[in-house]
Nanobody, 127 residues
Framework: QVQLVESGGGWVQAGGSRRLSCAAS????????MGWFRQAPGKEREFVAA????????YYADSGKGRFTISRDNAKNTVYLQMNSLKPEDTAVYYC????????????????????WGQGTQVTVSS
């Protein structure tokens, strides 16, 4: 079992920045890939970013390339999502996810279903 707890959500003005954190527990953190997803009101949950167990490989949705950075600190069992130049369309509930067997590249697949999800943290970007 893996437990995931997100934090760092809140309100931010357009053009601002926000850093989300996801603390993991229950299994050896460095054993598995991690990712971030988001779900806006009335929309399906979508992939945002993913990172390999070592942190060497990262993947991003087109919507966040150049603005978002995913990273992890295996010593702290935490994955981060640094979001810069935020836009109102980035408003959503952000979820972190973990998968014990799939590579980080798999998180990009539309049909991919990670093994574990966090409870989500709301990010609201005002114009």
């Amino acid at each position: 079992q893996v437990q995931l707890v997100e934090s760092g959500g809140g309100w931010v003005q357009a053009g601002g920045s926000r850093r989300l954190s996801c603390a993991a527990s229950g299994r050896t953190f460095s054993d598995y890939a991690m990712g971030w997803f988001r779900q806006a009101p009335g929309k399906e949950r979508e992939f945002v970013a993913a990172i390999s167990w070592s942190g060497d490989s990262t993947y991003y949705a087109d919507s966040g390339k150049g603005r978002f950075t995913i990273s992890r600190d295996n010593a702290k069992n935490t994955v981060y999502l640094q979001m810069n130049s935020l836009k109102p369309e980035d408003t959503a509930v952000y979820y972190c996810a973990a998968d014990l067997t799939a590579g980080a590249h798999s998180f990009r697949r539309r049909t991919f279903a990670p093994d574990y999800w966090g409870q989500g943290t709301q990010v609201t970007v005002s114009s």
